[in-house]
Structure formats: structure tokens, C-alpha cells
């Protein structure tokens, strides 16, 4: 949002709770991001059993995408329109695929999004070819993609947001800024090769605008309105143990979907007594995070790939020949190691290994991502508890998870893997009981309808005249993708409606193109 309008010459204040998040050699260290938890936030929340845990959250400049993985895929085109599910229906959006079209396409372009039409069998229409060529697979990759086209399945080239320039083989030439290694998914990237928010966006930014000020280590702990409510007047900021109030003619709210809802909640007024926008009751419900599983399959021969983010596979993205529901989305994720393997734990099944070779495994694993819809149930919530958080969640369509986990124990089966599979539950964050917090959404859902939602369909708050929200609490549903193209294409949506708003013009051509300067 800040860089979509920067070119307007208003002054835009960035409010960052963290601060820029240090490139030092712990980035790359597995036991310090993975084992220590090192960059996640230290905080303790409670879930509806009462237990402790700490949310797989991080407060950097930039946000979560510091340590997120850059698969940056947009949803298919029926997931606007409303999906079935043994559990419910997943609801239909206000604003459909064809708007949002021209926006994923800017948003695959800011953000360097390096892929390949026409593989992906639900893949959405698109105006144009990716501006980047898909990441060529490694030799082991590419033997069980060609090996998945055999058996007729549609293995497809991941949308991975990575600065990488590959020669003919799919190495990183000398000038790369990604280096390809082994450390590039789930990790803060220390030579700044991962297309995340504060190097493609918020650097450059404050570079070239001088409109722009960024402001780290500056939480917001509320908003402020004026007496009947319609407006807000004031931002209370918490700044080193010191209070400071901002004020501007538009505010807008990207906390995380988590966050956003719980500052809302902690700007309860007279006039909003429930919570700021919080009039349909539906602030910090519908919470959404997709039925995650990580796992590592066991290859019979080794497996030296470094770059493993770059197979996906949808076949059963909205059902199978066995079951007429979604099942969901297939993926690789980073490359484990031994430092992993050794954290996780060994299930039974391995402990014939006499020594335990941790190594071993590594070498030899296969690492996917199965990713399931989960729905909006109101009873799936944030909120406050005697000064306290909680976050409620009973999870919900675990039959389609569970199948399509069966479908890639027989792709293994059929690829020269071993089908039994070990969970990766660190990947997830650690100490996060309730299966993570990294797809967080629905908090704040977008619509229509005042009574049943939060934000109007260009996600300004019901009522209030100049609040926005621009993160992913407006998802009505999530599909079975990672949300974060969806979550950059509607904060471009929507800064073209503030645009005009200010009767500023269109978004320069610099929204697509090269931000490294």
C-alpha cells in the first residue's frame, strides 16, 4: 500500500512494531530459526483448552514474508465463487477473479514472481505470460517430475518471488543477488535473494520518496475516533516506553490478520463498545490458517537438490476420481537437514537405524506441503481474555487433508520413495499447538452486507469514513494456496480506490517494474 501510493506526494507515515530484522550468520543457522525459534515473537497466548503457546509470528520490517517461503500463487478462479466441502460451504466473494486479474498480474511483476503458464490444470486465466521464467528443476526433481507426467499426473513449475538470474542449466549467474542454496525457505535470507516486502518494497520506497517516513519499533496499541465513531482521529503509538498519538486523513491496517483484529478490539469506545468496526460481531472471527501438513518422505536414492521449491502439483485441488470434494494443494518446501531432522524426532518406524543418521536422512528426503481448505466458522476467533489472548480453533475439514495426504504417500509409492511419511511439525513454528499461525486470515472479512461483515468490498471498515484494512483478515474464504499474491494483488485493489479518493492518477508503471533501483 505504501509503495502503490508514494507517487502521489501525500505524507505517508509507515508505522513498523518491529524493527529491521539483522542479517547476521544466524539467518542460515537451522537450530537458531528452526530449534531456538530465534526471529519468531516472544509472547504467550492461550487456546481454548487453556494451554500456552507462542505464535508463529515475526515483527520486522517486512513482516512475516522475511521468513516466508515466496510461493506467490493466485487463487483459482472458483475459489471466488464459493466451494464445497463435507463441513460447509466455503463463502462466495463480493469481488470476483476477473477484477482482481489485473492486479495479480502487477503483483507477480513487483514481486518478481518466476514461473510458467499453461502447466498448472486450475491454473486461473491469465492477460499474460509470467515477466520471469519458471526456477528449472534440479536433476532429482526433474527425474520425479518426468516420472509424474508418465503416470499422468500435471506436475507444474512453482511461482516462486526470488531475485534469481539462471543460466541454461538453472544455476545463479555471478551477478544473481539469490545465490540458489539450501536456505531459502523458512529462513531470513542473508544475501537479500528472497522477494520479501522490505527489500522489493519499503527500501526502495523510502529511497526514492521523501514523502515516505518509516517509523520502527512503534506499536500501535489503538486507534482513536471521533465522538459518533465515523471517523479516526488519532493512532496511539508506543515508542520505547513513551506514548506518542499520530494523526492522518487516511489510515490503513495491515497487522496480520491476528493483529489487525486485536488492535480493533483494543480500540473499543463508547461509540464502538464491542471494538472499533465491530458492529456485525464479527471482528477477530472466521479465523482461517488451511489444514497445513509438512512432511519428508524418504527417497531410495539420495537426493542432493539444494532449491527444492519448485514442484507443485493440484491434480486433486478440487477433488479425485474417490471423493467429490476438494482435497487441496501439493507443494515442495526447503530441503531438510540433519540439524532438522534430529529436532523434529524420529518416528517409530525409523528407529531400526541403529545410529540414528540424522545426515543420512537429509540426504535422502524429499520434503512437500499439503495444503487443505479450512472454513470461516465464527466460532474460530481472537480475542481478549483478562488481558490476555486467546485463540480459539476447531478445526474443520480434516477428511480432504488427510486424503490427499494418501494421494502423495502413492505418488511416492510410484517415484522411488518410501510412502511412509514423517511429519514436520517445527516448520509450522514452534511450541504452536494448533497447527500454526503463517496463513493467517478472515478476521476481518470483506462484503456486502454490514451485518455480516466487517469491511465494505474495498475493505474500508462499515461506517467508518477513512479506516482501511489491507492484510489478509478480509478473506472471506482461502482456497488451498498460499494467500500472499492474494493479499499484495488486493492492497494494489484497493490503493487504486484511494487513489481516486485523493483525485490522484493512476499507479505509475513503477508499481510492476523493477523496485531494486
Same mark, same amino acid.
Given at each position: ?8 506526494? =501525500? ?11 539483522? *542479517?547476521?550468520?544466524? #539467518? ?9 525459534? *530465534? ?14 503457546? +507462542?505464535?508463529?509470528? !515475526?515483527?520486522?520490517?517486512?513482516? #512475516? ?8 500463487? *493466485? ?10 466441502? $463435507? ?40 492477460? =499474460? ?12 526433481? %526433474? ?31 555471478? !551477478? ?32 526514492? #520518496?521523501? @514523502? ?8 500501535? &496499541? ?13 493512532? +496511539? ?31 473499543? +469506545? &463508547? ?20 489444514? #497445513? ?12 537438490? =539444494?532449491? %527444492?521449491?519448485?514442484?507443485?502439483? /493440484? &491434480? ?19 530441503? +531438510? ?38 472454513? $470461516? ?29 494418501? =494421494?502423495?504417500? %502413492? ?8 510412502? %511412509? ?9 514452534? @511450541?504452536? $499447538? ?27 471498515? !462499515?461506517?467508518?469514513? /477513512? ?8 478473506? $472471506? ?36 517494474? &523493477?523496485?531494486?533501483?
Amino acid at each position: 500500500m505504501v509503495h502503490a501510493l508514494a507517487s502521489t506526494g =501525500k505524507r505517508i507515515l509507515l508505522l513498523e512494531r518491529g524493527d529491521y530484522l539483522k *542479517r547476521e550468520q544466524a #539467518n542460515w543457522d537451522t537450530e537458531e530459526v528452526f530449534i531456538k525459534a *530465534r526471529y519468531q515473537a516472544k509472547e504467550t497466548w492461550y487456546s481454548a483448552d487453556g494451554k500456552t503457546f +507462542s505464535p508463529g509470528l !515475526h515483527y520486522f520490517v517486512g513482516g #512475516n514474508s522475511k521468513v516466508y517461503g515466496a510461493i506467490l500463487l *493466485r487463487l483459482r478462479e472458483r475459489d471466488f465463487h464459493g466451494v464445497t466441502h $463435507p463441513d460447509g460451504i466455503a463463502p462466495e466473494w463480493p469481488v470476483k477473479y476477473d477484477e482482481f486479474e489485473q492486479y495479480y498480474q502487477a503483483a507477480e511483476e513487483l514481486f518478481h514472481v518466476h514461473g510458467q503458464r499453461g502447466e498448472d490444470p486450475t491454473e486461473p486465466p491469465a492477460a =499474460k505470460p509470467y515477466k520471469y521464467p519458471a526456477i528449472k528443476h534440479e536433476p532429482r526433481l %526433474q527425474e520425479l517430475s518426468d516420472g509424474l507426467l508418465k503416470e499422468g499426473y500435471h506436475p507444474f513449475h512453482l511461482p516462486v518471488g526470488v531475485l534469481l538470474e539462471q543460466d541454461g542449466k538453472g544455476d545463479a549467474l555471478p !551477478h544473481s543477488t539469490c545465490i540458489r542454496c539450501d536456505r531459502f525457505d523458512g529462513y531470513p535470507c542473508l544475501v537479500n535473494g528472497k522477494s520479501d516486502a522490505q527489500v522489493l518494497l519499503v527500501d526502495p520506497t523510502l529511497r526514492e #520518496n521523501p @514523502n515516505v517516513t518509516l517509523l520502527t519499533r512503534a506499536y500501535v &496499541d489503538r486507534l482513536v475516533t471521533n465522538p459518533s465513531g465515523t471517523a479516526v482521529t488519532g493512532v +496511539s503509538v508506543v515508542r520505547d516506553g513513551a506514548r506518542r498519538e499520530f494523526a492522518g486523513d487516511i489510515v490503513v491496517v495491515a497487522c496480520g490478520a491476528l493483529s489487525s483484529a486485536l488492535l480493533m478490539l483494543r480500540s473499543a +469506545s &463508547d461509540a464502538h463498545p464491542d471494538g472499533l468496526a465491530n458492529g456485525s460481531g464479527q471482528v477477530g472471527r472466521n479465523y482461517m490458517r488451511h489444514n #497445513n501438513a509438512v512432511v519428508m518422505a524418504i527417497s531410495k536414492t539420495p537426493n542432493p537438490t =539444494k532449491f %527444492q521449491k519448485t514442484l507443485g502439483i /493440484n &491434480d486433486f485441488y478440487f477433488g479425485a476420481e474417490d471423493w467429490e470434494f476438494p482435497l487441496g494443494h501439493i507443494q515442495m518446501v526447503g530441503k +531438510s537437514d540433519g540439524v532438522q531432522v534430529h529436532g523434529e524426532g524420529l518416528p517409530k518406524w525409523l528407529q531400526w537405524f541403529p545410529e540414528k543418521p540424522f545426515d543420512w536422512l537429509a540426504r535422502h528426503s524429499i520434503d512437500f506441503w499439503l495444503m487443505s481448505e479450512d472454513l $470461516p466458522k465464527t466460532f474460530n476467533r481472537i480475542f481478549y481474555k483478562d488481558n490476555n489472548v486467546h485463540l480459539d480453533l476447531t478445526e474443520t475439514n480434516l477428511e480432504g487433508n488427510r486424503r490427499l495426504k494418501h =494421494k502423495l504417500e %502413492q505418488i511416492c509409492d510410484k517415484s522411488g520413495i518410501y510412502s %511412509q511419511l514423517v511429519d514436520r511439525g517445527l516448520y509450522l513454528g514452534q @511450541n504452536t $499447538p494448533i497447527g500454526g499461525t503463517s496463513h493467517q486470515a478472515g478476521t476481518l472479512r470483506f462484503g456486502d452486507n454490514p451485518e455480516t461483515s466487517v469491511l465494505d468490498r474495498n475493505c474500508r471498515a !462499515h461506517g467508518i469514513d /477513512n479506516l482501511y484494512v489491507t492484510d489478509a483478515s478480509f478473506f $472471506p474464504s482461502i482456497g488451498a494456496v498460499n494467500p500472499t499474491l492474494t493479499i499484495i494483488a488486493n492492497a494494489l485493489r484497493v490503493a487504486e480506490r484511494i487513489r481516486e479518493r485523493l483525485g490522484a492518477p493512476a499507479g505509475s508503471d513503477r508499481q510492476a517494474g &523493477d523496485t531494486r533501483g
